[in-house]
Each structure stands twice: as C-alpha cells, then as structure tokens.
C-alpha cells in the first residue's frame, strides 16, 4: 500500500496509538496492567488500512519513555492531535480509521474489569478522546 506519509508521521502515529495503550495500562497500576495493555495491543494490530500498515511495522523511532504517566502523557496526548491533524490533511478516511482504531484499542484496555471503568480508567479515556478530537 503506497504512503501518504512521511517517516516522521508514521512514528507519531505509532507513538499516539502505542502510546494510548501504555497510558491506559499506566491508569490500571492498582489493578490489571498487563492485561489493559494486552487488549490494547491486540486491538491496535488489528488495525486495517494504511493506518493498519503503520502500526504493524517495527515502531522504530517510538519513544514511550517516561519516569511518571505524567511523563508519557506529555508525549502521547499531543502525538494523538498531531497524528489527527496530519491524516485530516492527508485522507479524511484514514483518519476516521485511526480514531476508532485508538477508540477499540483503549475500550479493550478498559475491558479488562467487569463493568464499567474505574474513575482512573475513565479519566484516561476522557483525556485521550479529548487530545483525538482537539485535531
């Protein structure tokens, strides 16, 4: 599948989608991290689409680093607007399809309770939807 996209967008796609799910795991320390992040991935490797394409590649150039989900959000939530705004540009389509892929993957993250989440989990949620829709 031909890219519309530059390296460089392709490692902040995958450090917003990638990195959703680590602050959704980040979120659920108290309770069942592996598994949010387990969910979350197999959502995200789902993906179809060029977005699909991106995110299956070996996310070289993806730093996820952070000493505090402080940290990591610092990097993520404004990667989630970046990699919005640029697919806007780029195809309206794909860019709907990297917001319900980011949407599936933290909803399974979210998933791994019984219920609804937590006030931590649906906070999260609420700060990630928000850097998706601010593009």
Request: hydrophobic share 45%.
């Given at each position: 599948?031909?890219?519309?996209?530059?390296?460089?967008?392709?490692?902040?796609?995958?450090?917003?989608?990638?990195?959703?799910?680590?602050?959704?795991?980040?979120?659920?320390?108290?309770?069942?991290?592996?598994?949010?992040?387990?969910?979350?991935?197999?959502?995200?490797?789902?993906?179809?689409?060029?977005?699909?394409?991106?995110?299956?590649?070996?996310?070289?150039?993806?730093?996820?680093?952070?000493?505090?989900?402080?940290?990591l959000?610092?990097?993520?939530?404004?990667?989630?607007?970046?990699?919005?705004?640029?697919?806007?540009?780029?195809d309206?389509?794909?860019?709907?399809?990297?917001?319900?892929?980011?949407?599936?993957?933290?909803e399974?993250?979210?998933?791994?309770?019984?219920?609804?989440?937590?006030?931590?989990l649906?906070?999260?949620?609420?700060?990630?939807?928000a850097?998706?829709?601010?593009?």
């Amino acid at each position: 599948m031909p890219s519309i996209l530059t390296d460089q967008d392709k490692i902040t796609l995958r450090t917003a989608a990638w990195g959703a799910v680590s602050l959704m795991a980040a979120a659920d320390a108290a309770g069942k991290p592996h598994k949010a992040a387990t969910h979350g991935s197999v959502a995200l490797a789902s993906a179809t689409g060029l977005v699909g394409h991106v995110l299956a590649e070996w996310p070289k150039g993806v730093n996820l680093s952070g000493k505090s989900v402080a940290e990591l959000a610092d990097l993520v939530l404004p990667a989630l607007t970046t990699a919005m705004s640029r697919l806007k540009q780029q195809d309206p389509a794909e860019a709907d399809n990297f917001r319900r892929t980011v949407t599936v993957a933290v909803e399974a993250a979210a998933q791994t309770h019984r219920g609804e989440p937590g006030p931590t989990l649906a906070g999260m949620i609420r700060k990630i939807t928000a850097a998706l829709d601010a593009a």
